[in-house]
Protein backbone atom coordinates (compact mmCIF):
# COMPACT_ATOMS: atom_id res chain seq x y z
CA UNK A 1 0.00 0.00 0.00
CA UNK A 2 0.93 3.36 -0.03
CA UNK A 3 -0.14 6.63 0.86
CA UNK A 4 -0.29 9.83 -0.80
CA UNK A 5 -1.23 13.71 0.38
CA UNK A 6 -3.20 16.34 -2.36
CA UNK A 7 -0.95 19.40 -1.57
CA UNK A 8 -4.30 21.11 -3.13
CA UNK A 9 -6.61 19.66 -0.10
CA UNK A 10 -3.54 19.98 2.62
CA UNK A 11 -3.97 22.79 4.73
CA UNK A 12 -1.31 22.08 7.35
CA UNK A 13 -3.13 20.56 10.15
CA UNK A 14 -0.18 18.62 10.98
CA UNK A 15 -2.06 15.36 12.21
CA UNK A 16 -0.90 12.90 9.34
CA UNK A 17 2.58 13.63 10.74
CA UNK A 18 1.67 13.78 14.79
CA UNK A 19 -0.03 10.56 14.24
CA UNK A 20 2.34 8.62 11.83
CA UNK A 21 5.69 10.50 11.75
CA UNK A 22 7.43 7.17 10.16
CA UNK A 23 5.28 8.33 7.05
CA UNK A 24 4.64 11.86 6.52
CA UNK A 25 6.60 14.90 7.42
CA UNK A 26 5.98 18.51 7.04
CA UNK A 27 7.37 20.88 4.80
CA UNK A 28 9.18 24.76 6.04
CA UNK A 29 5.76 25.81 6.03
CA UNK A 30 3.94 22.81 7.94
CA UNK A 31 2.13 21.61 4.66
CA UNK A 32 2.49 17.63 5.40
CA UNK A 33 4.25 15.52 2.81
CA UNK A 34 5.00 11.93 1.83
CA UNK A 35 8.40 10.53 3.31
CA UNK A 36 10.16 8.74 0.58
CA UNK A 37 7.78 6.89 -1.50
CA UNK A 38 5.13 6.48 0.61
CA UNK A 39 4.80 3.07 0.77
CA UNK A 40 3.35 1.70 3.63
CA UNK A 41 4.54 -1.69 5.50
CA UNK A 42 2.45 -4.20 7.39
CA UNK A 43 3.34 -2.81 10.34
CA UNK A 44 2.50 0.78 9.53
CA UNK A 45 -0.66 0.32 7.86
CA UNK A 46 -2.58 1.02 11.50
CA UNK A 47 -0.71 4.33 11.67
CA UNK A 48 -1.77 5.46 7.73
CA UNK A 49 -5.04 4.93 8.28
CA UNK A 50 -5.57 6.95 11.52
CA UNK A 51 -3.75 9.47 9.03
CA UNK A 52 -6.90 9.41 6.85
CA UNK A 53 -8.89 9.66 9.11
CA UNK A 54 -7.66 12.64 11.16
CA UNK A 55 -6.88 14.61 8.14
CA UNK A 56 -9.99 17.38 8.66
CA UNK A 57 -9.50 17.98 5.02
CA UNK A 58 -9.39 14.45 3.50
CA UNK A 59 -6.22 15.24 1.57
CA UNK A 60 -4.51 12.19 2.33
CA UNK A 61 -5.40 8.09 0.08
CA UNK A 62 -3.98 5.08 1.12
CA UNK A 63 -4.07 3.57 -2.44
CA UNK A 64 -3.68 -0.18 -3.34
CA UNK A 65 -0.60 -0.93 -5.00
FE1 LIG B 1 -2.27 18.38 5.55
FE2 LIG B 1 -4.11 16.81 6.45
FE3 LIG B 1 -1.63 16.43 7.13
S1 LIG B 1 -4.32 18.98 6.11
S2 LIG B 1 -0.68 18.44 7.13
S3 LIG B 1 -2.46 16.25 5.09
S4 LIG B 1 -3.39 16.22 8.46
Do not use: W
Amino acid sequence: MKVTIDSGHCQGHGRCYDLAPELFGDDEEGYGKVLGDGTVSPDEEQHARLAVANCPERAIDLLKE
